[in-house]
């Protein structure tokens, strides 16, 4: 399963309310500041796990930016929650960085990087 995929699925399951995307954001997501939304795009996959000149399982990392809406809360709790969503679903942290805030539209976002090592059978 593509790493995306298989991280959203992750993301749904925990029913935050908002929409995750994969890859890219609909023209019609690109603006808006209403509502909090999450867009989970491919880092990097790598062959691990070799054994009789064989590839047997795969490193998957993606990216999980998350946009919040323009009146939210304190997003600790949230962020704290979605750590350990993937931490409960055999995925690593790979990187947290800062918050940043968009100057023109004044929304806070954050970036996650979690990994997964997918074993071939």
Not at 45 to 63: R, S
Not at 77 to 85: N, Q, S, V
């Amino acid at each position: 399963m593509l790493a995306t995929l298989r991280a959203k699925k992750v993301i749904d399951s925990a029913n935050y309310g908002m929409t995750a995307y994969t890859n890219n954001l609909p023209t019609t997501e690109v603006e808006n500041t209403d509502d909090t939304i999450i867009l989970v795009t491919d880092v990097s996959t790598k062959p691990e796990l070799y054994g009789n000149a064989e590839i047997n399982g795969f490193f998957q990392e993606v990216e999980v930016q998350v946009f919040y809406k323009l009146d939210n809360d304190d997003p600790s709790d949230f962020e704290a929650g979605l750590i350990k969503l993937f931490k409960n679903n055999n995925w690593s942290v790979e990187d947290i960085h800062p918050h940043t805030v968009d100057p023109k539209t004044y929304q806070m976002s954050a970036v996650f990087y979690f990994g997964y090592l997918e074993i071939e059978n």
